[in-house]
């Protein structure tokens, strides 16, 4: 091929060129420090504060909502730990969630755990949406907190977060959504969703890396998350990322305005490339909710396989994709989003994760759609899973 296909936008964009020309100046003429009181400094103050009003202007909150933070693990972190340990002084130590969150809110929640809270994982369909019934159904006189992410990383699928919102309002909970995924590819209202804390991450909108933001409703009085200045209202201590941050509010601007025309694309690009797939290769499921998913987004399972095998022969390819979460891409393990789903563990362990961007084409689509088949069918003619499957044995 004569250049690389990457399609795994979830785990990382690239930046948009407006984008990094809109951060230069911070980073090499214009570098003062926000908190400074000369002009030089103020200058990138007002950086800072327009980025804030840009956000908020995206999101429909308020610029006295939006925090920023370094990505959406800390803003996760932020908003369950604080929001755990402020309710905990009120007897409310139970915690609602659910069994297909990122790792930075699990494993957050098992901390929380082993500190004395109790946490509710609900399940989800087998479309990979959690009831806002369930939710409802769960919620106790002791419950802190709800924390459901807006749209799975691995999966796609998008929950019903206004529905949970309206919920949690109505039963006086806290509700916090991880919407990494979903901000910059879909619309969000943090206001009209009954929104209480919202995370996001600049990269995942073709923003720069190592940005994000937390927005918390106003009137929730979170004490400092980390001490040592008035930065953040002083709820963050520590130096602006002032080049980040224009860099963040930029490519969220840029990724609302376009919306419009990058979801009926994306689309159909996404749902071509599912319908080829199921209907070249035999035994393949479609993992997530075929209709209610972002745009962007299309896992596949292939029974007989090993992912890994098949990310390093695209790779081989020139296609940059991947089999789950990429903070996990270390682990042998199968994906807890597919066991969640009903999985088997040897069908989990065949994924394939494939996430578009508004940078990829048609033509793209097509050489996916040429080179996947016969990758699966030599993996699958060396595998005795396969083997056993074709003579109809069972393989678990």
């Known amino acids: 091929m004569s250049r690389m296909i990457y399609v795994d936008n979830a785990a990382t964009t690239r930046i948009y060129p407006e984008v990094l020309d809109k951060m230069m100046p911070f980073l090499t003429d214009q570098y003062g420090n926000p908190s400074s009181l000369y002009s030089f400094g103020q200058y990138a103050r007002q950086a800072v504060d327009e980025a804030r009003d840009t956000v908020a202007e995206c999101l429909n909150c308020r610029s006295d909502e939006v925090y920023f933070t370094s990505g959406g693990s800390e803003s996760d972190n932020w908003a369950i730990r604080m929001a755990a340990h402020l309710m905990a002084d009120k007897g409310k130590k139970h915690i609602i969630s659910t ?28 479309n990979g949406i959690v009831s806002a019934k369930d939710v409802r159904d769960a919620i106790r006189d002791d419950t802190a907190l709800v924390t459901v992410m807006f749209a799975n990383n691995e999966i796609g699928t998008i929950q019903p977060i206004a529905e949970i919102g309206e919920i949690c309002r109505e039963k006086g909970v806290w509700f916090h959504t991880d919407a990494v995924q979903a ?5 969000v209202d943090f206001a009209k969703m009954n929104i209480d804390m919202l995370s996001l991450s600049a990269h995942k909108f073709h923003g720069p890396k190592g940005v994000g933001a937390l927005i918390i409703r106003r009137g929730i009085r979170f004490p400092s998350f980390i001490e040592g200045g008035a930065q953040e209202k002083g709820r963050r201590a520590g130096t602006e990322n002032t080049a980040g941050i224009v860099g963040l509010a930029h490519a969220l601007k840029l990724s609302c305005e376009r919306m419009e025309k990058t979801i009926p694309s994306l689309a159909a690009m996404r749902d071509r490339l599912i319908t080829g797939i199921l209907n070249t290769v035999e035994r393949t499921r479609l993992n997530g909710d075929p209709v209610n998913r ?23 390819k020139g296609i940059c994709a991947s089999s ?52 699966i069918s030599r993996l699958r003619s060396m595998s005795p899973v396969w083997e056993k499957i074709q003579k109809g044995e069972d393989y678990e």
Do not use: M
Not at 306 to 312: M, T
């Open 324 to 375: 789950g979460s990429a903070c996990t891409s270390g682990s042998l393990d199968p994906s807890h989003v597919l066991l969640a789903l009903g999985l088997p563990h040897a069908i989990a362990h065949g994924s394939l994760r494939i996430t578009l961007s508004d940078e990829n084409t048609d033509e793209d689509i097509d050489t996916l759609l040429s080179e996947i088949p016969p990758i």
């Open 99 to 126: 069994a297909i969150e990122h790792h930075a809110v699990l494993h957050t929640l098992k901390a929380l755990e082993k500190q004395g809270f109790e946490v509710t994982l609900l399940p989800v369909g087998q």
């Open 183 to 187: 901000v910059g590819h879909i619309p």
């Open 294 to 316: 972002l745009p962007g987004n299309a896992n596949f399972s292939f029974e007989g396989i090993e992912g890994e095998s098949l990310l390093l022969l695209l790779d081989f």
